[in-house]
């Protein structure tokens, strides 16, 4: 019975001693002989490279920790991330191994931005996207270090998503128009794209006044002379009075057209179609009623050049020559094939 006793206790004894003599400590329990040789404690870095032999030959896998050795990882010296004989006191944080050169300014998960592979980052755009600025425009081809300033070049400061602070000096050095002076705006995107490629990409809200169709111009700098833009008049004519002075087909001036362009036209280029709206209530329908798509021109009514107090009827109706008209009209009183009588009883322009 003593010698029973005995035996029992010289095996806990000896496995005591055993495990206070492993060197990686309690939590690696693994056969010494799958990763040591007899000749040596030293491991062959070959016998790492072969996933599948180690496998089968029951050897530690650095898969059960949660950290792969994948990429460069694979390549590196056990010791340079195990410094002592514990493994498990390892880190795997990067910042652990890896020195921050970015000195905290983008956090301390490196791979946020690199991969085990390499260094170089090929996620920018995610990047700046997932943080609220997406790189659009001239923007996907600035050079980092245009915004993040920093001495070594690899510090990423947050530096905000307001236009104006990268374009600070832009804004205060813009003299046509200045925008100082003429109290812009400091957020770019009010009158600027941001997926454009320049400053001429308008974005302004120019609702007070449309800037459709002829209007739809990008030079600024047509209708605001100075650098105060509230200078600019609403008046066509105050743009356009060259254009009135000039219109030939009809003579604007001779004429005695009214300088108020939208009576007549509107903002499609080249000044036509020209409708002249108010023609139906205060003359004759020419946009509505029987007229309405038979003209191209005043000159087709008004055929006397310059006097558009004349107006003619027959030229247009010609093909109801004057016995077939003098015929349906052989009721009426007084005709005369005249323009002048046609609109004396056809006012509205009705059959």
């Not at 040596?40 to 996933?51: E, R």
């Not at 590196?76 to 990067?94: G, P």
């Not at 905290?104 to 085990?116: A, E, F």
């Not at 050095?173 to 925008?179: G, K, Q």
């Amino acid at each position: 019975m003593n010698r029973s006793r005995v035996l029992v206790l010289f095996i806990l004894l000896t496995a005591v001693l055993v495990s206070s003599q492993n060197p990686h400590g309690d939590k690696l329990q693994q056969d010494c002989a799958a990763c040591h040789q007899a000749e040596g404690w030293d491991i062959p870095f070959s016998l790492w490279q072969d996933d599948a032999l180690a496998d089968k030959e029951g050897r530690f896998q650095h898969e059960t920790t949660g950290f792969v050795l994948d990429g460069q990882h694979r390549q590196v010296d056990c010791r340079a991330c195990h410094t002592t004989l514990v493994f498990s006191e390892a880190s795997a944080d990067c910042i652990s191994c890896h020195t921050d050169m970015h000195r905290m300014t983008v956090g301390d998960d490196c791979r946020r931005c690199h991969t085990t592979e390499s260094w170089l980052v090929d996620n920018i755009m995610e990047l700046h996207f997932d943080n609220g600025f997406p790189l659009l425009g001239a923007h996907t081809t600035a050079n980092c270090n245009a915004c993040h300033l920093s001495e070594s070049g690899l510090e990423f400061h947050r530096i905000g998503n307001a236009c104006i602070n990268c374009h600070n000096a832009d804004f205060a050095s813009t003299t046509n128009p200045n925008h100082i002076a003429a109290g812009y705006s400091i957020q770019c995107t009010d009158c600027h794209r941001a997926d454009a490629f320049d400053w001429s990409a308008q974005n302004i809200a120019h609702d007070f006044f449309p800037l459709t169709q002829g209007h739809e111009i990008m030079d600024c700098r047509q209708c605001h002379q100075t650098s105060n833009y509230s200078d600019a008049s609403p008046v066509c004519v105050s743009c356009h009075l060259t254009d009135y002075q000039t219109a030939q087909n009809p003579n604007h001036q001779a004429s005695g057209f009214p300088t108020d362009c939208a009576l007549c036209h509107t903002t499609a280029p080249g000044w036509r179609p020209a409708t002249f709206v108010n023609h139906d209530e205060q003359f004759f329908p020419i946009n509505s009623g029987n007229h309405r798509g038979e003209w191209n021109a005043c000159t087709d009514c008004h055929t006397t050049p310059g006097n558009y107090s004349l107006f003619s009827c027959i030229d247009c109706h010609e093909h109801n020559n004057q016995s077939e008209l003098a015929r349906d009209h052989r009721d009426v009183n007084g005709y005369v094939f005249q323009s002048t009588a046609c609109y004396a009883c056809h006012p509205r322009g009705e059959e």
